[in-house]
């Protein structure tokens, strides 16, 4: 019996140290994209969106983003993972899980300032922001073809 459940345990710790380094890559990669978009000027709100549609949960994703980035970036990644919650509980959570990998004192505050507002309306502003198309050109109404040619000659 002995024979039989040793390999087992073995077995079995083989797997599960080798499904925490996947894991531990699938986090290394997340960052890299994460400063990647960053470097490309993408929003805060649309990189927490691709980490979401990557599998994360909206926790984990604005915590490693938050992780990631500069500090210039973290209180607008949190804000976006904060905002983009479905509920009051939802951002507490998400709050929480930035609050544990932030240190900075101010950055600290500022988040719990974003986790407090989300109840009273705080979001409105980035949520308006994402909904509202660029704005259209208004000029003057001289089209041109682009040969540099006037409607006059």
Known sequence: ?????????????????SGLAVAELGTGEAESTVITMLDEGRSAGSIIEALVTDGRSLRAAT??????????????LARAGICASSDTAQAEKVGESVLGVVGDDALVSKIRTAIASFATGGCASIRDEERTPPGVYEGGGNISGGTGVSPSN
């Open 1 to 17: 019996m002995k024979t039989i459940v040793l390999p087992l345990v073995l077995s079995f710790s083989l797997v599960a140290s």
């Open 63 to 76: 915590a490693v983003a938050v992780d990631a980035a500069g500090t210039d970036s973290k209180i607008d």
